[in-house]
């Protein structure tokens, strides 16, 4: 069991890098849709006025930061604080549950952000290559 514990731990910095870009790339789509209604329609209401601008302007940015691996943990800690306020403040009062409430997406990208906060970017980011994110030795 060890042995295949060790296999899999060797490519634990490669897959945090695979699951940020991937985080990443779906959540840039939900922003993208919003600006450009690309590579769906944007959805339609908004709570406020010019909330669909500024949702579009966060996702594309944070989606884009985080595919690059750019200033991923300040990003992530952003993003998070943002899904958390779409939780409560769009989808809890609708239902508590997210099954029914339809903040499925908002409570995992939420939580994703979080573990990308303090976990970094992975070894395939800028953030490396840049020196912004030192490897640590233990775990890349």
Not at 105 to 118: S, W
Request: some cysteine; overall charge positive; charged content about 10%.
């Amino acid at each position: 069991m060890s042995r295949l514990a060790s296999l899999f731990g060797f490519f634990q910095p490669v897959m945090l890098s695979l699951l940020r870009i991937m985080v990443g790339l779906v959540f840039l789509q939900f922003g993208l849709s919003k600006l450009t209604g690309f590579p769906m329609a944007a959805p339609a209401g908004a709570v406020f006025p010019g909330q669909i601008l500024f949702s579009g302007i966060m996702e594309t940015a944070g989606g884009v930061l985080l595919v690059l691996g750019l200033f991923t943990r300040p990003a992530a800690f952003i993003l998070a604080g943002y899904m958390a306020v779409a939780v409560f403040w769009i989808h809890v009062p609708r239902d508590i549950l997210p099954a029914r409430n339809g903040g499925n997406l908002a409570v995992l990208f939420c939580f994703c952000f979080l573990y990308l906060m303090t976990a970094g970017a992975g070894p395939l980011s800028l953030d490396r290559i840049l020196g912004l994110e030192k490897p640590d030795a233990a775990k890349n």
